[in-house]
């Protein structure tokens, strides 16, 4: 009875020290003790039947820690990461691939589908796109853990997620992006070690990402983070937003912070040109930016004062534009904000850039998967 007892609870432990060296990377037993929270004999033993097995291997470990003597051997895994597919169908298809442990591999970009941004084709689309990615990366299709589609609405759901799966062979997950680029910057970024920040993105559209006791917030619709949709204007003056609201954010600032810029110039701008022009600190630019953060940081403030977080970490895509909208931002909550708020909330620039997202879809998948054991 015993053996029968025993047999589970070692397989358990076997997937979760595989999961965890397939998101960490190399761990002394040591290391791999502390993180699986059981016992070095348990470790030790469990390390020696995949040892065996060949589904791991020995390495050098990183040096560290000053000790002297003959540094700790790691345990590693034998075979090939497995591997995360991202994927965006806005101005076109986009699959990023990168291992579950956080490496970029490879990107393919195509045309979009006729089906993309409608809400019942999107998992059709994204089968195509992945298969695509893949078969031009030359990997092999065992090696998908499962495919992120970032998605510019709130609680994104995709039809037909079981064709998806059937024809691709992984699971579909869909997510906000902003949300994606909140879980990147804390998993990797500007939000390592925080336990509270609200991520801003604003370079397609405004949105947050709320990260609380170091776990994404959705709120119970999925709609937490949604600052787009924050009235701004008389509900009787303003534009029709598609949320059915009115004078919305998002409907004010335009669909995209360069489309804001635009408004202050006679030609159409490149996203290249509008950021080359706040690297030169071109005085309009720079202004039209700093109008931006006043204009986020105003219901941000409010934000701010209601849950009190440790930071506002600002989308890392916006380069040399990020100083003039952090510098609005911190104006519009040091004169908006509970002053003891204000004062101890910081506003920094994200880390990661255009990768935010990507990340964040790596940090999804890890969380998944260490969670199902």
Known sequence: MTGVDTLPRTRTTERR???????????????????????????????????????????????????????????????????????????????????????????????????????????????????????????????????????PRPRPHVEDGAAFAGRVGVPLIAENDANLGALGEAAFGAGRGLDSFIYVMLDRGVGAGLVFGGRLHRGASGFAGELAHVQVRDQDEGPLCKCGGRGCLGRVMGLSLHDFVDHAYAERLSVAEVLSMAADRDPGVRRAFADLGRAVGRPLADLCTMLDPAAVVVDGSLGAAAEPVMAGLREA????????????????????????????????????????L
């Open 333 to 372: 909550i040091d004169r908006h904000a509970a002053p003891v708020v204000a004062e101890s909330v910081r506003i920094v620039p994200g880390q990661l850039g255009e990768r935010a997202e990507v990340m964040g879809a790596v940090a999804l998948v890890r969380q998944r998967s260490l969670d199902a």
């Open 17 to 151: 020290l595989l999961a965890l060296l397939e998101v960490s990377g190399p761990l002394t037993r040591a290391e791999l003790a502390r993180l699986a929270g059981l016992p070095p004999t348990t470790i030790s033993g469990v390390a020696a039947e995949l040892l065996r097995d060949g589904r791991i291997v020995e390495v050098e470990a990183e040096p560290g820690g000053g000790r002297a003597g003959r540094p700790p051997r790691a345990l590693a895994l034998s075979a090939p990461p497995r591997v995360v597919a991202v994927v965006g169908l806005r101005d076109g298809a986009r699959v990023t691939l990168a291992s579950v442990g956080g490496e970029f591999l490879a990107e393919w970009t195509g045309p979009p589908a006729p089906s993309a941004g409608q809400p019942g084709p999107e998992a059709e689309a994204a089968a195509a796109a992945v298969l695509d990615a893949v078969g031009s990366a030359g990997m092999p299709r065992e090696l998908l853990a499962a495919a992120v589609l970032s998605l």
